[in-house]
């Protein structure tokens, strides 16, 4: 008898050092991916710089004055530009066609596919050939971004070493939030924007035990991109104020518009891709370099869009352009970037946002600024919420919004009017689309990464299909004590509670009716209607798999209420449910 005592303890202290040794491990791996990545970036970053020297000829092409010529070829004067996205593309297209058709597109979507379906498994060779394809995209002058390739970069390398530690499902997904926190950490300078990015975005939920592993890959990342890359901050700008409590009523239009503008970016983003599949006819691999053509009109026409457009957006915010210029330059922007991933280009879309909003923002603020003179108003503090706003609004991300913002050019003046017009473009943009530009990519292929795996079982039942009767009800001013033998009798964590006209109030959880039995509080004077919870409930005519993961939240481990018009008419157990599942399964 006391062998079999002295077993409990043991298993239990061997339970918990293997616990403890596995967060050990995964803490472990996650410096060394913050390195793999901080690495990978500054590798990016330096094929980024010489492929723009070698097609362009100057350091940054969209910065430069006037329409130069490349020093290799002055005697095609600024038309060179036509050519060096063609030339481009007939490099990296059979290079993407033949290696790693993922590294195709802005690469966010591919990794949350990666993620939530196929347990975070990418293939190594993803990294490189989406380092240099994506370098060889911006440097030709695609009108792309650098968040998404080095997101994918990183995500491939933190996949990669993952598998080769022979980490579960939990730890490779891990491992590639981390690698991609760690990317964007070293990439922009910005660790915080890198850690909320993965779990925003990537992971889809900020939990406790994910936060620390990624915040010290981002760390690790940000530590050796500072190192080699500097630690100047993206944008070097005066500081802003708000002068007057008006000023907050123009945040919340420019919140307004930015969504308006994150939401035509996306739908124009994949209408041109529709078009674009819809056109070509010969082969994929040549596909980028007929495209590359009609790109390199546009930038024969505004050279302002070759390229990520760095120096473009930070004049903006510095008010270097008139009203009428900025509005073409954005137009031309979400053109010429949908373009380019549209003809098979690689590069993200997080850089383009930015573009879009910084145009958005200065010409709302130089047009407020002229008809409202005597707020003296500074348009530059405009396009730097106007960045932040369109980011939010195309990626439904509002906390990486803001802190990315703050971090990327290290102003905190205005937080309170960037916060505000956040917030209004993230509500606003998903009340006109269900989806952001990132989820949008994958629903088209059929893939909804909101809803469950392999729930095609419950397609076409309703709740009402597979409800039961629902348990007795409890009344609101029956006491505590009476409720607990109530849930007792009737062996149920949960009970409904109706009130006095018999409409469906609530529910009443055995935690909380045993917490005013053994509470200071006497148990006789407790009343169900004090302890009554607001839990989640279902419609009779909402289809199974819309109300899965209310059914299998923690707090639903008896079910959910049924109710149509207030009025309790059923039950959803979870059992009636799961069985549905195992049965097609089996």
């Excluded at 993952?162 to 490779?172: I, K, Q, S, T, Y």
């Excluded at 070509?280 to 390199?296: M, S």
């Excluded at 024969?300 to 330059?329: C, D, H, W």
């Amino acid at each position: 008898m006391s062998a079999l005592a002295a077993r409990g303890p043991a298993r239990a202290w061997t339970l918990d050092r293997f616990r403890r040794s596995q967060n050990t491990v995964l803490i472990a791996l996650s410096v060394v991916v913050g390195v793999l990545a901080g690495f990978g970036a500054i590798a990016f970053r330096w094929l980024v710089v010489h492929a723009t020297w070698v097609f362009s000829g100057h350091a940054d092409y969209a910065g430069t004055t006037g329409h130069p010529p490349h020093p290799w070829l002055p005697w095609l004067g600024g038309f060179f530009v036509v050519l060096a996205p063609a030339v481009g593309g007939l490099i990296y297209g059979p290079l993407v066609q033949r290696f790693a058709k993922e590294a195709r597109g802005h690469g966010v979507p591919e990794v949350m596919y990666a993620i939530h379906r196929r347990g975070g498994r990418i293939p190594a060779r993803v990294a490189f050939v989406k380092a240099l394809a994506s370098a060889i995209t911006i440097g030709s002058g695609g009108s792309v971004g650098r968040e998404g390739p080095i997101v994918q970069i990183g995500s491939a390398l933190g996949s990669s070493l993952a598998r080769a530690a022979r980490l579960d499902e939990n730890g490779v997904r891990m491992l590639v939030a981390c690698g991609a926190a760690g990317g964007i950490a070293a990439t922009f300078n910005a660790p915080i924007a890198g850690v909320f990015f993965a779990l925003e975005l990537l992971l889809a939920s900020i939990a406790a035990r994910s936060f620390g592993a990624i915040v010290i890959s981002a760390v690790t990342a940000s530590v050796i991109g500072r190192v080699f890359l500097g630690d100047e901050p993206f944008l070097v700008l005066p500081e802003f104020s708000v002068g007057h409590l008006r000023e907050y009523g123009l945040y919340v239009a420019l919140g307004v518009l930015a969504a308006l503008v994150g939401v035509m970016f996306t739908k124009v983003l994949y209408r041109i891709e529709d078009a674009c599949d819809a056109i070509w006819r010969g082969p994929e691999w040549l596909r980028p370099a007929v495209g590359g053509l009609l790109l390199g009109l546009i930038l024969l026409v505004l050279p302002q869009m070759y390229g990520v457009g760095y120096p473009v957006l930070e004049g903006a915010v510095l008010g270097r352009y008139a009203i009428g210029f900025l509005v073409v330059l954005l137009l031309a922007k979400v053109v010429a970037t949908s373009l380019t991933i549209g003809m098979g280009g690689s590069g993200g879309v997080f850089a383009p946002s930015l573009f879009l909003g910084a145009m958005l923002g200065a010409a709302f603020g130089q047009t407020a600024a002229l008809l409202m003179p005597g707020l003296g108003l500074d348009p530059g503090a405009y396009a730097l919420v106007g960045m932040a706003a369109v980011f939010a609004g195309a990626s439904r991300a509002p906390l990486t919004a803001v802190i990315i913002l703050f971090e990327l050019t290290g102003e905190y003046s205005i937080i309170l009017p960037l916060m505000l017009a956040v917030a209004v473009s993230t509500v606003l943009s998903g009340v006109l689309t269900k989806d952001s530009i990132y989820t949008l990519k994958l629903r088209r292929r059929g893939v909804d990464i909101t809803r469950r795996a392999d729930t095609r079982a419950l397609d076409g039942a309703t709740v009402r299909d597979v409800m039961t009767v629902a348990p007795p009800a409890l009344a609101r001013d029956l006491s505590a004590a009476d409720a607990v033998g109530a849930l007792v009798a009737a062996r149920r964590h949960a009970l409904p509670v109706l009130d006095a006209q018999g409409a469906f109030e609530g529910v009443l959880g055995s935690a909380a009716a045993a917490g005013a039995l053994t509470g200071d509080d006497d148990a006789v004077e407790v009343t169900v209607g004090q302890l009554v919870e607001r839990r989640a409930v279902a419609g009779p005519a909402e289809a199974l798999g819309d109300v899965l993961e209310r059914l299998l939240d923690e707090d639903a481990g008896d079910g959910l209420p049924v109710v149509e018009d207030g009025t309790l008419v059923g039950w959803l157990p979870q059992d009636a449910v799961l069985r549905r599942l195992a049965a097609a399964s089996a």
